[in-house]
C-alpha cells in the first residue's frame, strides 16, 4: 500500500512540475519550443501507406490514399538523397509542404514563411498616431533620406520631360484613308 501512496506522489510531483515548466509565461514559451525543435530533429519514421476502400462488384477494392502516395514518394525521394539515417521529421515536414505548396495556398504560404519570405504585417507596427518616425533617426540618416528624396524626384523629373518632348528620331506618315472604302 506505502508503495502505491509513493508512486502516486511521485506522478502528483512530477505533473506538477511539468505543469509549472509548461505552464508559466516566460519558461512555458521556451519549453514548447524546446519540445518542437527536439521533435523536429528526430530521425524520421518511415511513412505506413494508407488505402481507402471501395467496394465493386468483383468485391472490396484497395487504392493507396494521394496523402500516402505524397508523404512515401517524398520520404523515399530524401533516403535516396540523403541516406535513411539522416533524414528527420523536420525534413520530411517541409518537403512534403513544399510538394503540397504547388496547388494549395496553405501550404504555400508555410513554405514562403519557413523559407523568410512572410510578409510584414503594417498593422502590427508600433506606430501611435501623431507619432513622428523620423524623431528617432540620426542627422547622417536624414541627409541619407533627404539624398534619396532628391534623386528621386529629379529622376522622375527627367522622365517626364522626356515624354512630353517629341523623339526626332521618331516621323510619323500620315495614314492614307480613302473615303467610302473599307481598311
Not at 518542437?36 to 465493386?56: D, G, L
Not at 468483383?58 to 505524397?70: D, H, M
Not at 507596427?125 to 540620426?138: F, I, K
Request: charged share 25%; hydrophobic share 30%; aromatic share 6%.
Amino acid at each position: 500500500m506505502s508503495n502505491d501512496l509513493e508512486q502516486a506522489d511521485k506522478a502528483r510531483r512530477e505533473m506538477k512540475e511539468f505543469l509549472t515548466q509548461f505552464k508559466g509565461q516566460t519558461n512555458g514559451r521556451q519549453m514548447w519550443q524546446s519540445l518542437a525543435q527536439s521533435s523536429a530533429c528526430r530521425k524520421a519514421i518511415k511513412p505506413i501507406p494508407r488505402y481507402k476502400t471501395y467496394m465493386t462488384k468483383e468485391g472490396p477494392y484497395q487504392e493507396e490514399t494521394e496523402e500516402s502516395q505524397i508523404e512515401c514518394g517524398v520520404y523515399n525521394n530524401l533516403v535516396n538523397e540523403y541516406g535513411e539515417e539522416n533524414v528527420t521529421e523536420a525534413m520530411m515536414t517541409n518537403a512534403c509542404q513544399v510538394y503540397l505548396a504547388r496547388t494549395n495556398p496553405a501550404s504555400a504560404a508555410f513554405a514562403r514563411d519557413t523559407g523568410g519570405g512572410k510578409p510584414v504585417d503594417e498593422s502590427k507596427m508600433n506606430l501611435t498616431p501623431g507619432q513622428n518616425p523620423y524623431e528617432s533617426l540620426d542627422n547622417e540618416q536624414l541627409a541619407a533620406i533627404a539624398q534619396t528624396l532628391e534623386a528621386l524626384e529629379t529622376k522622375r523629373k527627367e522622365v517626364l520631360n522626356n515624354e512630353r518632348q517629341p523623339n526626332p528620331n521618331h516621323t510619323t506618315i500620315p495614314a492614307q484613308i480613302e473615303v467610302g472604302k473599307p481598311n
